[in-house]
């Protein structure tokens, strides 16, 4: 499967002298779930927002996208989060939009732009790919391929038969290699890094607060 560099994204949490909260009442345990939590929703909502910014341009489903994504987690010395966005190459069929024509398949990769015509292409029905047959000199139609692919290996010898390979477009690493979409993750992370912090250690406080025995008479 053809893939390119796979691409990442790391942020690093503000300190809490930052957010000048009395954390006195939280243990370090306490604290750092505290802050896990706020890692985790900030990774979250920062994965998000490019996958948001990238399918302005890119024609393909956020599902697709974030098949493409994780999220890797490093609490203990930096907390900081890290994205990974992986190079494989999107199949033509995770994009929207394909048409079967008598020359091959349409695709529009991006939005906004007119759907480019492939040759010698054909979308097989019910698997949702776009294959090409190699040394393809012709296009056949979508039901003389369908019966070539269901014909068994032992049966009808005297039809040459080609391999067939699967096509590929761009991969979710390409995409998020983007000016654009890197400038969107990094403001959006530091947009809501401290306020979500803030948010995970107050409401740890609070529960420790109300957990204490109060005093009796």
Known sequence: MPR???????????????????????????????VRRAVGKLARQVNTA?????????????????????????????????????????????????????IGVLVKLKKGRKAEQTKHTFLIPGAGHVYIR????????RRVLSALLAMPSTQNKRVKRHPLWRVYGPSAAFMYRSKTVRDKMITTAEAKAASILRHEIEWEIKKALASRPTGGA
């Open 4 to 34: 390119d560099p796979k691409d990442t994204l790391s942020f690093t949490m503000p300190t809490l002298a930052h957010l000048g909260l009395d954390t006195g009442a939280l243990s370090p345990k306490l604290l750092d779930r505290a």
């Open 50 to 102: 490019g996958s948001r910014e990238a399918r302005k341009t890119w024609n393909v489903k956020a599902k697709t996208i974030s098949r493409a994504t994780s999220i890797v987690d490093e609490y203990d010395r930096y907390r900081r989060f890290i994205i990974q966005i992986r190079g494989l190459r999107l199949s033509l069929g995770e994009f929207s939009s394909l048409q079967q024509n008598e």
């Open 134 to 141: 190699a040394k393809a000199k012709k296009s056949v139609t």
